[in-house]
Each structure stands twice: as C-alpha cells, then as structure tokens.
C-alpha cells in the first residue's frame, strides 16, 4: 500500500471518488489492478478491460490492442500501476478510463526525468534521441503550464541530457 500512495502523491491527478472531470479529459490515476478480462476484437488483436483500486474506490479501464501490447507485462492482477488515459462517461452516467499509458510503480519510483520545453516545435527535435534512449526512468514534458507524462521511459544518461539540451529543452 505504501507503493500505492507514494504513486498516488507523486502523479495522480487524485482519487478516484474525488475527481470531477470532464468527458474527454486528460488525467493520472494510480491503483492496484484487482481483475482483468480478456477480449478479442473483431479485427482479431487482442484488448483487455481492467478494475484498478485506490484506498476510495474503483475505475475500469479499457486498453485497446495498441496500448496492450505496449504494456501487456504489468497488468497482472495485484499490480501497482500508474494509468495515463481519457475519461469517458457512458450513458449511465461512469466514468471510465481509455488508457494511453500504463507503468507499474516500481518503473515510477525512480526519479523521472522532466523536460521542460517552451516551443512545441521541440518535441520533433527530441523525439529521436528519446526512441534510442530506452531505459527505466519515466519521462515528463513541462509545456504551457501542465506537466504531461510521455509513454517513453529513458535511460537518464549524461549523452541523452546533452542531446536535449541542445535540442532546446531544460532538463530537470
């Protein structure tokens, strides 16, 4: 549970019986997975629904084949996760979630990497060294005031720092 509210405090835009959000919105929640279910689509690839829990409640979380395959290693059951995704209201009235990005805690704890940028024309520039770079460390991009977590995790080396530097981002 630490892990859960150590995650919780560092990234999530809140829990889930407190966010108020709108249709559509871009938000950070972090939760133990406590079912996954299974689904072929009828284009044949693979989806999967989850329930994922805080201390105040449950979301469900829809990951398309895309994101799945992107992250199909940390959504077992029990798992500690941090979800980057869209809420969508249904007719009932739930929300749930359509993720972009699933990390488990422990690819989080680390220190993130957080790059700060004023020009949007930036993220082309960057993008190259940020593919090469894989590694552990969960990257963050400040621009216009928000603070947006990237589906690249990097490896923080003194070569990638240089190379986003020049690229014109400050590295923090």
Not at 68 to 75: G, H, I, P, S, V
Not at 80 to 87: A, L, N, P, S
Request: aromatic share 6%; net charge negative; hydrophobic share 40%.
């Amino acid at each position: 549970m630490n892990e859960l509210k150590e995650c919780a405090s560092m990234f999530a835009d809140g829990d889930y019986s407190a966010l108020s959000v709108k249709d559509g919105e871009m938000i950070n929640v972090c939760g133990i997975i406590s079912e996954k279910k299974e689904k072929i689509t009828k284009s044949g690839q693979m989806m999967a629904f989850l329930n994922i829990e805080d201390m105040t409640g449950a979301l469900r979380v829809v990951l398309f084949p895309k994101t799945l395959k992107e992250c199909e290693d940390y959504t077992s059951e029990d798992t500690v996760v941090m979800i980057r995704g869209r809420i969508n209201y249904r007719d009932d009235g739930t929300g749930e979630m359509m993720a972009e990005s699933l990390s488990p805690v422990k690819e989080i704890s680390s220190e993130p990497m957080i790059l700060e940028i004023d020009d949007a024309a930036v993220l082309d520039k960057i993008n190259p060294y940020v593919r090469k770079s894989k590694g552990d460390v969960p990257l963050f991009i400040e621009f216009g005031g928000k603070t947006i977590q990237s589906v690249y995790l990097v490896n923080r080396s003194d070569e990638l720092v240089k190379a986003l530097d020049s690229a014109g981002c400050k590295v923090k």
